[in-house]
């Protein structure tokens, strides 16, 4: 079965401070992975995208990392804002299904705490 | 621009009744996407257009539950015969051409069934 487990499932953290944040992943064959931001009542907000042959992928103070042998992924924020309080969700396509057909991890809660 | 847009952004009826939720995807995006969200949950895939065409639509749980895009831009999601187990965030998506690229995510319609 196609899974997307991430971890910790929750993370407080200080203003300023870093945190990284952890996904794996059961689908295979493999083409993408992507990290995606979601705000309280909001939709998600693409952060990266990242296909097989890349490991590291940057967006600002947010890097992702990916390990296909492994089928881990990292999310690392630097310097944390409070405005980076939200659920970080990891997410690839469905082995067998469209390339629109996409699953979601249940996302880790980060607050930012001043 | 606009981003995506979905009305209405909450809806509360009876069990058995029939709701429709529409979808404004970002003008000129081919693909468009359903997705619904439960409380703590990441959002599981419904359906996905390419064009005015279902490209895959594994993801809808039964017969109830039907989606258009007549003329390639706004989709309408409908659910016949409301149960309380629809409640959920109902979040529509677009992106430019295909299921690999960058999806954007409309504000979701929050559906609550009594």
């Known amino acids: 079965k196609n899974q997307v487990e991430q971890s910790p499932q929750s993370l407080i953290i200080l203003e300023g401070k870093n945190c990284t944040l952890q996904?794996?992943?059961?689908?295979?064959?493999?083409?993408?992975l992507r990290w995606y931001k979601q705000d309280t009542g909001r939709g998600p907000v693409s952060l990266t995208i990242?296909?097989?042959?890349?490991n590291t992928k940057s967006n600002g103070r947010y890097t992702a990392t990916l390990d296909a042998d492994t089928k881990q992924s990292s999310l690392h924020i630097t310097a944390s804002q409070l405005s980076d309080s939200a659920s970080y969700i990891c997410?690839?396509?469905?082995?067998?299904?469209?390339?629109?057909?996409?699953?979601f991890g249940k996302g880790t809660k980060l607050s930012v705490k001043p | 621009g606009a981003g995506v847009s979905q009305t209405p952004s909450n809806k509360v009826t009876e069990k058995g009744k029939y709701v429709e939720l529409r979808c404004d995807p970002i003008?000129?995006?081919?693909?468009l996407y359903w997705y619904r969200q439960s409380l703590g949950q990441g959002p599981e895939f419904l359906i996905y257009?390419?064009?005015?065409?279902?490209?895959?639509d594994s993801g809808l749980p039964n017969d109830r539950f039907f989606a258009v895009r007549p003329e390639g831009s706004v989709s309408t999601l409908k659910i016949q015969r409301t149960e309380r187990g629809d409640s959920a965030v109902y979040l529509c998506?677009?992106?430019?051409?295909?299921?690999?690229?960058?999806?954007?995510f409309g504000p979701g319609t929050r559906l609550t069934v009594l």
């Open positions: 998506a677009s992106s430019p051409f295909s299921g690999t690229d960058t999806q954007y």
């Open positions: 990242m296909t097989f042959s890349e």
């Open positions: 997410v690839v396509p469905n082995y067998g299904g469209s390339q629109g057909n996409l699953i």
């Open positions: 257009f390419q064009g005015t065409g279902a490209a895959d």
């Open positions: 996904c794996n992943y059961t689908v295979s064959p493999f083409s993408n």
């Open positions: 003008s000129g995006h081919t693909a």
